[in-house]
């Protein structure tokens, strides 16, 4: 029986940049490569050189396409990887798109930088460019669900469905007699379109999510509460500006949205997409019938349904975005990105924010030091392109359009799953809310845990 050991590389006290490597004596696989993303402290951990040599890691395999588990990916092929990257047949499409979009942020960001003179580099450079990106995705290789796979040799894995997004894997890895768990980002219960989290069997060591590990998203109805918000802004006849990541939570409001208009709750208003790359991934979305929860499969017979309403408008070039500031009255805007961070919404947020007739709806976690997070937390300006912004519209927020389990959602499904780990760490959580979460498995299961702290060595 060979020794292994597994290394905790990110997402240890804080939400972003998962990265777990796993070895033995012949070889080294990543778990995940992500991106870390928040404020500057965080964002220049992309910068550092990576802790373990990427020519030596024979694959990567991937819980899911979020950024912050993917973003890494054409950085750590510019640096040498060429071995191969295993993901769910979902996975494999989305991640193609996302890391296209992401390489020219990146590409963007550089340019500005070098135009603006921000950076205390000469001529900046970006992370990585489309080229890398290009590269990253011709590794992909998909494996399936609920199937043993071998990545490499001796390395088998078993996705299992997470409800987290479309594709949206949890992990049981064996290796080497050992048996080590990745909850990957642990989706919600009955909550609309995929299924809910797939019971996985715990092994040896098991690492464990706790992004909403400290609270509770309320037990509120999800259409009801944005039925209310969406009325309130009908109105006051001005735009709902809906801040909202690309994959996932842009698919979730459409649903919602269609639901609402054919029940005849809301009248059939103006919605812009205002995101190529959410275009492209609601086709994804709908080329997936089969990972669909019941109700899902059942809207998705209906003509504009389930990810579009009678007056929706995906927004591609930049002059379909020009557009919507042309409009007037009631109308939504879904814009990227979901932390206010870049993309189009920077436009809108420039040109809405002072109009008391705007509605700001926060519909997922906003990262402390981003504009999202300064703007919900009711600062009285914000910076958008260099200028102070004042902020008169009206702000909301609704919690439980995450796509992430709370605290009794991850305890409901840690109990519907096998095994007692000997091991358990607690990741991608901010640093309180780990510890906290840690806390509670010891009480609530007589569980090992312990918060996992970056560069953690755990011998299996």
């Known amino acids: 029986m060979s020794s292994v050991r597994l290394t905790i590389l990110g997402a240890a006290q ?15 696989v990543l778990v995940d490569c992500g991106l870390f ?9 992309n910068w550092e050189r990576f802790s373990v040599d990427p020519k030596s890691i024979s694959a990567v395999v991937l819980t899911h396409a979020h950024i912050d588990h993917i973003g890494y990916l054409p950085r750590l092929v510019k640096d040498g990887f060429r071995g191969p990257v295993y993901c769910t047949p979902a996975t494999d499409e989305l991640v193609k798109i996302l890391l296209t979009d992401s390489a020219k942020l990146q590409e963007e960001e550089a340019s500005y ?5 921000s950076s205390k580099y000469y001529p900046p450079k970006p ?17 399936p669900f609920d199937v043993f796979s071998e990545t490499v040799t001796g390395f088998k894995f078993l996705p299992r469905q997470a409800g987290h997004i479309l594709g949206a894997s949890n992990l049981t890895l064996e290796v080497g007699g050992k048996r080590i768990s990745f909850s990957g980002d642990v989706g919600r219960f009955n909550v609309p379109i995929l299924h809910d989290p797939q019971p996985m069997e715990l092994g040896d060591v098991f690492l464990c999510e706790s992004t909403y590990g400290d609270r509770l998203h309320g037990e509120g109805d999800l259409k009801s509460e ?39 709750r809301i009248p059939a208003l103006p919605v812009f997409v205002d995101s190529p790359m959410a275009a492209d991934v609601s086709v994804v979305y709908r080329k997936y019938k089969n990972l ?5 499969l059942k809207a998705s017979g209906l003509d504009s349904a389930p990810f579009g309403t009678a007056k929706s408008i995906m927004c591609r070039t930049t002059e379909q975005s020009k557009e919507i500031n042309s409009f007037e009255g009631a109308r939504i805007i879904i814009a990227a990105s979901g932390m206010i961070n870049g993309g189009r919404v920077l436009h809108h947020m420039l040109h809405n924010l002072p109009n008391p007739d705007t509605t700001v709806l926060f519909v997922g976690y906003q990262a402390p030091g981003t504009r999202g997070a300064a703007i919900q937390n009711g600062e009285s300006t914000v910076k958008i392109y260099g200028k102070k912004v004042p902020i008169q519209a009206h702000i ?12 009794n959602e991850l305890l409901k499904w840690l109990r519907s799953c096998s095994g007692t780990p000997e091991k358990v760490r607690i990741v991608h959580g901010e640093e309180e809310v780990a510890k906290k979460f840690a806390t509670t498995l010891q009480t609530e ?11 953690e060595v755990i011998d299996i």
């Open 37 to 45: 993303q928040g404020d500057r402290k965080l964002r220049e951990r």
């Open 396 to 407: 909301q927020t609704i919690t439980g359009l995450s796509a992430h389990a709370d605290k």
């Open 127 to 143: 992370l990585y460019n489309r080229e890398d990106a290009k590269r990253a995705v011709e590794l992909l290789r998909t494996i």
């Open 14 to 28: 804080t939400v972003t940049g998962s990265r777990y490597l796993v070895e033995n004596d012949k070889h080294k």
């Open 113 to 117: 930088a070098e135009k603006v003179g």
């Open 226 to 264: 944005l039925l209310s918000v969406i009325k309130d802004s009908v109105a006051r006849k001005g735009p709902l500006i809906i801040p909202a990541f690309a994959l996932g939570r842009t698919q979730t409001i459409l649903y919602l949205l269609s639901e609402l208009e054919r029940e005849g």
């Open 445 to 455: 299961l007589n569980w090992k845990a312990e918060a996992a702290y970056q560069g």
């Open 292 to 296: 669909y929860d019941e109700q899902a």
